[in-house]
């Protein structure tokens, strides 16, 4: 961090959240962090882990679940994700695989 207005490295941070520049005296607001995309990461896993193991089969009716927290984009990718992961922890024959495919797919139109 150096000072945006003199350019000094000797930057001191105020116990209230403010940077003071120690050679020109110049003071400015720490940059705020977006914290948004953590929370919808969070929000996606808890939702993942949620739905994963539940008996919803249907790509419409997961959606519109995850409609109601999500974005649709999200949403879209998250619920086909759910259904392939779960594809992957059973064991199903090739149609069964080619059936949820099928499925997962139709969340993305
Ligand atoms: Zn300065």
Redesign the pocket.
Known sequence: MS?P??G?REVMLTPVGEYV?K??G?RWAMPSVDYTWIELDVKKAKLFEKYIDSPIESCEELLSLLLKELDEESARYLAAKILLQRAERRRMTPAELKKLYDNAESCFK
């Open positions: 000072c207005r003199c000094s520049c050679k020109c110049h």
